[in-house]
């Protein structure tokens, strides 16, 4: 999602050189050898931060110790926005991209860090961010549209970890998470017993597997549902924590946005 995003705001004036591909999950992303060297090598790194990229951690203190361009582009953000995780204190839900508007920050953030660093293309960065900006307006316009279409009361998302809930604040869904917010932690019996009961409490037609996350804990869910007499379907895979393949509608974030409320919308109704 940053490696989309720098490119719109960067536009043909930077290189850009995403580590993280298509269906990767940065909870668990260690970096190899080859990593390390072209963060090194880079005039600029940036990465989400809150604790998203909990494998690169000490790369990034690292570089930060050695006087090396890192930037967090969440440290945008005010605390006081941020959903707060209620299993690790002093600290924050970081799957912010699914705020649109907190994207919207980020990305006029981005084009100022850029812009410190080549001031004579500063402007251009900034012209980039305010286009781009009004592309996620329109998104935001889209997507709200869609799903005013799905009742209120039908809004819940039961996925295979804690990623919507920035998601659910905005649009008012229920999230719930198989596993938590890092996908670290396996998901237990008692979790899927859990969730399980909410679903049936809550008929619920539909959960969804993530691209980044194994399928089989949310396979094992619905296994559990329909044991106790309750159909559930999977309705479709989910795009959490990376962007589908480059190319394709998904590989991009407003794609990636586009394609979510669609499948969800569409499984739920």
């Known amino acids: 999602m940053i490696t989309d995003l720098v490119k719109n705001v960067g536009g043909d004036i930077v290189q850009v050189e995403g580590l993280m591909g298509a269906g990767v999950d940065p909870h668990l992303y260690k970096a190899s050898e080859g990593d390390v060297l072209k963060l090194s090598n880079a005039d600029m790194v940036m990465y989400n931060g809150l604790h998203l990229e909990g494998k690169l951690e000490d790369v990034f203190e690292r570089m930060k110790s050695q006087n090396m361009k890192t930037i967090a582009v969440t440290d945008v953000l005010d605390k006081s926005d941020l959903l707060s995780s209620t299993l690790f204190e002093s600290n924050y839900d970081p799957h912010i991209w699914f705020n649109i508007e907190y994207w919207e920050r980020i990305a006029h953030f981005v084009a100022e860090k850029l812009g410190e660093s080549l001031p004579e293309k500063a402007d251009m960065f900034k012209e980039n961010a305010e286009s781009y900006g009004k592309q996620l307006q329109a998104l935001k316009a889209k997507v709200t549209e869609q799903i005013a279409t799905l009742p209120v009361d039908q809004r819940r998302l039961v996925t295979a970890h804690d990623a919507f809930n920035y998601f659910g604040e905005v649009f008012e869904f229920d999230v719930v998470g198989l596993q938590g ?89």
């Open 181 to 269: 917010l890092s996908t670290a932690t396996e998901a237990g019996v008692k979790d899927v017993q859990q969730t399980a009961a909410y679903i049936i409490d809550h008929k619920v037609k539909a959960i969804f597997i993530e691209s980044s996350v194994p399928r089989r804990t949310v396979e094992a869910l619905q296994a559990a549902v329909n044991s106790k007499d309750h159909q559930v379907e999977i309705g479709g895979t989910l795009y959490s924590d990376a962007l589908g393949n480059p190319g394709e509608k998904e590989g991009t974030y407003i794609g990636m946005f586009e394609y979510n409320v669609e499948t969800i919308v569409n499984a739920l109704k």
